[in-house]
């Protein structure tokens, strides 16, 4: 399905620290930029952007979409399993459904302002960009469900919306000496040195490598599709619920622009 976020570049200009933004989300973006530390020797590289903030209208839309997600597993359920994951297609399945829509277009305008972050060294400023939500689906999980840690392909954004969630871990320090309860874990590209890998005191900075969203009633989090994630096992008195998603995003032509010349 292709929605058109009807934005630019340049006018969804979501101004940081609004009514419905949460408060990690400037910590993301500002604590994987390259900090300066003023030695003009020192060169930091390839930081990750990603987005969190809360949905204005989560506390009406939530609502509606669990009584659409549990309907939708009465009839569907597949297996005895306490757990279930929906296909991909809701919005197809469901195109007039009032709330679903809202979320996606959230979801949309979501998309450009992260990639618009990203890409500001490179995107045209009045550029118009549309974003194809290329799968959308929800997730109902307990008795400690989890996924593997993986990556989503054939897209360049992803993202978790969490519609309930129930007794996840609220912060690091909330499952006190347990691991957390149903956070979505992200890894950085050091994780891939740790197993094996050599460890002294000049190395201590590749344990900085995961970093944890913890969800909350309407909370968005999007990030870049490549990155390895892991939702975490989850147990508690009501399901967790989630909405997760993969989306492309074009420019003004509908092509992907993506130079395969030699001059990169
Ligand atoms: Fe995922």
Redesign the pocket.
Known sequence: MLINAGVTARDRSFKRGNPGSLAGADEIIMAKKPKPSGNPNIVKLWPTTMLTKRFAHYQKVNPALLELFYQHQQREQRGAQKSYASKDDLLSQYPLHKELNELAEFISQGIVEVAREANADLWQGSEKVSVNITGLWFQISNNHAF?EM?V?GNCSW?GVYYVRAADCSTSPASNSGERPNGVTRFYGPHVEHMAGGFGDYGNLYLHDNHWDSFPEDGKLCIFPSHIK?MPFPYSGEEDRVIV?FHAQVFNSSGSQSYNYGFSN
């Open positions: 996924h993986h989503h992803s994630h997760s």
